[in-house]
């Protein structure tokens, strides 16, 4: 009975060097010798066919590209697609070398995961049931195994697209909070600069209070009478209030607005669960979160300044400034709940079976994510 010596191996991930910091790779390393051991394991079964030179080079090349790739702690996004590409490539083909009883026991794991990714419709889900179904003394097809290994070459490349969705989704999250956070510095330096082209600063009873100092207006009265408009025109009020503003004004409210956006990212933690996927979307949800609060600050008290809130008068003191700062910094979670939401969906998403998220989608009213429906 012919064998064929185990694939020599150039650069294994074995012993690991260093100190573990990301559980992707470390998975994906362990998934490397357990392949390793497999290979070894079909080839020296007795009457094992040989296999071609062509076949173990190109086992070892996807090995050799996803170990280098899973060490060189310098790439990140796209390192992931390519680790988890020629791995799977690497199980698609143990699926077509190794014998039946190896196939049969891989079934239910495998039914499981085209289970959670593929639609009841799908002729290879049937298939994968029908196989699952009878009983593994029978033995397979050549048919049959091609039908196993098309079912799990379409559920792995389905699993890779939800992940490079959220790939997608956390890279808009930090774009976006970026832009924000460059259009709160660069607001705070301008206005650090020129402080009187956007003064934060309120004129209640003829006097001028701003976030950092109180000054009443020159040559008027200190309070007006009771039920008597001011004495003091507006344009005088606005020439006042740019002379009394000053450069930290915007900026404290900035800052304030910001602390408190942190506080509420700490508050919405609780209702964000972890993921074992290689992204991490609640810390770009709270880096969102934070330059929001603070333009959110900046533009609400805007808001008040121009009379555009009914019902609120100028503000009376430097310490009214800030607690409505707090509060405006703080109630970004109203603007930011919905992308909240759809973060929550979309880690859930990866532990649903694709019916689960079909009628998810349906009872919210929305239409399923993009790339729900697997092709090959």
């Known amino acids: 009975m012919a ?20 559980p992707w790779r470390e998975q994906a390393l362990t998934r490397i010798g357990e392949q390793r051991f497999v290979l070894a394991w079909v080839t020296q ?8 030179p062509e076949a173990l080079s190109t086992i070892r090349d996807h090995w050799e590209a996803a170990t280098a790739t899973a060490k060189d702690h310098r790439r990140r996004g796209a390192s992931i697609e390519r680790v988890t ?29 085209v289970r959670k990714l593929l639609p009841r419709t799908d002729m290879r889900r049937r298939s994968i049931e029908r196989l699952a179904a ?5 033995p397979l097809s050549s048919y049959d195994r091609d039908l196993v290994v098309a079912a799990s070459h379409a559920a792995s490349s389905q699993s890779r ?8 989704f956390k890279r808009v999250l930090q774009l976006t909070a970026a832009l924000m956070m460059l259009g709160a510095i660069g607001l705070g330096v301008f206005t650090a600069i020129w402080p009187e082209k956007l003064p934060m600063c309120f004129s209640p009873s003829n006097t001028i209070v701003c976030t950092t100092s109180t000054r009443a207006i020159v040559g008027a009265p200190e ?33 304030v607005g910001l602390l408190a956006a942190a506080l509420a990212a700490a508050a919405s933690m609780r209702t964000i669960s972890g993921s074992s996927k290689p992204y991490g979307l609640p810390i770009a949800l709270a880096l969102l ?61 990866f532990g649903r079976s694709h019916e689960d998220r079909e009628s998810l ?16």
């Open 289 to 349: 979160k934070l330059p929001t609060g603070a333009v959110t600050a900046v533009f609400g008290l805007l808001l008040m300044r121009g009379g555009f809130v009914p019902g609120l008068s100028d503000l009376d003191s430097s310490g009214q400034i800030i607690a409505w700062a707090v509060v405006l910094g703080y109630s970004q979670q109203l603007l930011t709940r919905f992308v909240d939401q759809r973060a929550q969906t979309v880690l859930d998403n």
């Open 161 to 168: 697209r939800e992940v490079n969705q959220l790939r997608s």
């Open 45 to 52: 079964l007795p009457g094992a066919i040989p296999l071609p």
């Open 3 to 22: 064998s064929h010596p185990g694939p020599a191996s150039s650069g294994p991930p074995f012993p690991l060097e260093g100190s573990p910091d990301s």
């Open 223 to 255: 309070q007006t009478p009771n039920g008597q408009p001011s004495t003091v025109s507006p344009a005088r009020v606005d020439a006042a209030m740019r002379n009394t503003a000053d450069g930290w004004d915007v900026a404290v409210v900035e800052g």
């Open 361 to 376: 989608a349906k009872s919210e009213g929305a239409v399923p994510a993009a790339g729900s429906a697997a092709t090959t």
């Open 134 to 138: 009878q009983k593994a003394a029978t």
């Open 85 to 113: 590409g020629h791995l799977d490539a690497v199980d698609t083909d143990l699926l077509r070398l190794a014998p039946d009883s190896y196939v049969y026991g891989q079934l239910p794991g495998l039914l499981e995961h």
